[in-house]
């Protein structure tokens, strides 16, 4: 029987304009909603001495959205996905505290330290087409993706996270893990700094990831500078001779 590990596949998105502004509202939403329900929490343990449950807050997101049309455009689960971290982070603060540790309290979250939307169904929510060319995001519509990477029918979790002005969706895949045959050889490895690692047989393993991100980046930054040499050549030959013809007159 082949083991099986968790492994999240990230792809990069092609948001329109409309859809990156959309996400960016969602964004919003989202963050009001994980900020309220701490300072609900804060008031409600500080003044009245009273623990909120979870079941309690999400009755309380229920009444919300069939008031507040904002929350209501958010898809649901998103917002459940909220609750629950906000929990997770009050229960690593009282895990801390027990042990002695110092422990921060959850902080309140600003438009920097929230760049995630979270779908705990994601096989349910974001749903690729069958060439895996477009993903549906909910309230936001059909977003084209980078192709190469495969993501089986079914998976857990899923995510929507914008960084440096990019999107990207992340899935939580699981992958049967397929042992190499045995050899019945014992090698020593160590890892290297020129090298990814050298072997005791006098083997050397190069980290061909790095280096072609490298290459890759360094050829595109010299297609950029020659670029941009030859606008300066072509801006000093245009303006030279106007410029010593003026100063003739």
């Known amino acids: 029987m082949l083991a099986v590990v968790k492994r999240i596949e990230r792809i990069r998105l092609y948001p329109t304009t409309r859809q990156v502004a959309e996400l960016a509202v969602m964004l919003d939403v989202t963050r009001d909603l994980y900020n309220a329900l701490l300072q609900q929490r804060r008031d409600a343990y500080r003044l009245r001495k009273i623990k909120v449950t979870a079941k309690m807050r999400y009755a309380e997101i229920t009444a919300l959205r069939a008031e507040d049309a904002r929350l209501r ?20 603060f009282f895990r801390r505290c027990k042990r ?7 902080r309140f ?23 895996q060319q477009r993903v549906n995001v ?19 979790r899923a995510w929507v996270v914008g960084k440096n002005g990019r999107w990207y969706a992340c899935f939580e895949c699981e ?25 005791s047989d006098g083997r050397l393993i190069a980290n061909a990831a790095v280096g072609e991100k490298r290459k890759a980046k360094t050829v595109r930054l010299q297609r950029e500078l020659e670029a941009l ?5 072509a801006r000093r030959v245009t303006n030279g001779p106007r410029a010593w013809s003026h100063q003739g007159t």
């Open 73 to 92: 455009a958010v898809y649901r689960e998103a917002e459940d996905a909220v609750l629950h971290r906000l929990d997770l982070a009050m229960t690593a």
């Open 100 to 106: 002695g540790e110092t422990a921060g309290f959850p």
């Open 109 to 131: 979250k600003s438009r920097r330290r929230w760049k995630q939307l979270e779908f705990p169904h994601g096989d349910r929510a974001l749903r690729l087409d069958q060439a």
């Open 138 to 156: 909910p309230g936001v519509g059909s977003v084209k993706l980078r192709k190469g990477r495969q993501v089986p029918a079914t998976y857990g």
């Open 175 to 199: 992958r049967a893990v397929r042992p190499l045959p045995e050899t019945n050889e014992v090698i020593g490895v160590d890892p290297g700094v020129h090298v990814l690692a050298a072997l």
């Open 229 to 233: 040499t030859v606008r300066g050549r």
